[in-house]
């Protein structure tokens, strides 16, 4: 591995309070000489804080003069083994102005033998440094983009390990027994004939542990998705109001006038449970007033078609509106929810609202000019979105990459079984163990190869 010491940013660009930079590599002590001086470097205590003025060493770009400040900040040292990358580790949290953040990279990159860090460098690090195994590390990105707590928690169980010792175990059963194989082929010509009795139960109990762990498998596609929750109902029925009531700010043009919304607008909304995708469509009426109008409603009932969760607005302060709504209701459009919006302007036409009821086991009277009924929605769309899982301890798998190992591995396994039915060569089910044996290890990266690395880790992020 390359001994370069290597710094990047770890927070996003723009403006902030406080920004973070991470230096990794053997050049660490000199970085720290080099901003903060030589009485700094000989102060360097592992997994200590401290306060300091970096400021710029010689040969200045830019026009500064060498020794002006950069800017006064806190940093912290972790000393070889006991740092995220295995490597000596110095974190720097300057204040989150972009100007600063750059200043600090060039003049960390000013110190012979540093470079800025290649995307997931500092995890591949952390992997080729033994601090963690490959499914460890790609859980890595998982942690960073999860979209929900499920996921979330997922993430973190593959990241603590639960996936890794899982494979472990089966990998070492495996070894054990292609151990044994492979001591019959070497006296092969020496003793009679190796008893197999009883394998055949040990390879299906190792073929089931295998295929629960593929079964587990969910595409980054299904696990990435938000779930998306469309509000629709008649014109002027209060659905850009709600939007920008439960996101707390004018997002969304609102107006007295019916037909505002011409299209349908997408939102992001954090839930307790994680994100969705909220939608605010065009007014649905009985008649389109135009073309433009027409235009406008076909394209919120293909957004209708689409949602995971369709929320049904009925102004209860206007009763022509409730009337156009149930309308709605019998044309086919049935709602999984039914807010009652403007309820501080006046009761809900309760009289009016009994086909609408009919449709929906579940509905709320919101206000959101007083924020009335918004807690409560916020906790029906949670649940309904983001169900508890029953077995909190269950993982699943999104790495591609490992699927293709599970699968290897199990089509190796099928193939000795079916030579362990009919009076197998030894050589041959020796050669199958083997190729079961390195896609198990390839899970965990015991066995891996550069192109295979480059591939993980080109899509993390730089600093991570």
Avoid at 1 to 29: H, L
Avoid at 253 to 282: H, K, M, P, Q, W
């Amino acid at each position: 591995m390359e001994r370069k010491t290597i710094v990047a940013p770890m927070t996003p660009n723009g403006v902030s309070a406080v920004a973070a930079i991470r230096v990794s590599g053997p050049q660490v002590r000199l970085v720290v000489k080099a901003l903060f001086g030589e009485k700094a470097e000989a102060g360097l205590k592992s997994h200590m804080a401290k306060l300091g003025t970096a400021k710029w060493p010689s040969d200045v770009p830019n026009g500064c003069r060498a020794g002006a400040t950069i800017d006064s900040l806190l940093y912290l040292y972790f000393e070889g083994t006991n740092s995220y990358t295995g490597e000596d580790v110095l974190e720097l949290y300057p204040h989150g102005n972009p100007l600063i953040v750059r200043d600090l990279l060039q003049a960390c990159r000013m110190v012979d033998g540093v470079r800025l860090a290649e995307p997931g460098e500092y995890t591949r690090r952390a992997f080729l440094n033994g601090k963690m195994d490959l499914t460890q590390a790609e859980s890595v990105a998982d942690v960073i983009h999860s979209a929900n707590r499920s996921e979330l928690e997922n993430a973190h169980r593959l990241l603590s390990g639960a996936l890794s010792k899982k494979v472990q175990t089966l990998t070492a059963l495996v070894k054990d027994i292609s151990a044994r194989l492979e001591l019959d082929v070497d006296f092969a010509e020496e003793e009679a004939d190796p008893d197999y009795a009883g394998w055949e139960t040990r390879f299906d109990g190792i073929r089931q542990s295998v295929q629960d762990i593929l079964n587990s498998f969910r595409g980054k596609a299904e696990v990435g998705r938000l779930p998306l929750v469309v509000l629709y109902g008649a014109p002027n029925a209060g659905k850009s109001s709600l939007v920008n009531a439960l996101l707390g700010e004018d997002r969304i043009l609102v107006s007295d006038i019916a037909g505002t919304t011409r299209d349908f607008v997408e939102v992001r909304l954090f839930l307790d449970g994680g994100e969705i995708r909220l939608v605010d469509t065009a007014g649905l009426a009985e008649q389109a007033a135009d073309a433009l109008d027409a235009l406008s409603m076909e394209k919120s009932r293909q957004i209708l078609a689409e949602a995971d969760m369709k929320i049904l607005l009925v102004d209860s302060s206007n009763e022509q509106l409730t009337i156009n709504n149930e309308q709605l209701l019998m044309n086919g459009t049935a709602p999984d929810l039914i807010l009652h919006t403007k309820a501080d302007l006046a009761a809900c036409h309760c009289e009016r609202s009994e086909a609408i009821e009919a449709v929906s086991n579940c509905s709320l009277a919101i206000s959101s000019k007083t924020g009335a009924g918004l807690a409560e929605l916020k906790s029906a769309l949670n649940s309904r979105l983001f169900k508890n899982r029953e077995n909190s301890e269950d993982l699943w798998i999104t790495s591609e990459r490992e699927k293709s190992c599970l699968e290897e591995a199990l089509a190796g396994i099928d193939r000795v079984l079916a030579q362990l039915r009919s009076n197998p060569a030894v050589e041959l089910l020796a050669f199958e163990m083997q190729v079961v044996r390195r896609a198990l290890q390839s899970i965990t990266g015991e066995i891996s190869s550069e192109d295979v690395l480059q591939s993980i880790f080109a899509g993390f992020c730089i600093g991570k």
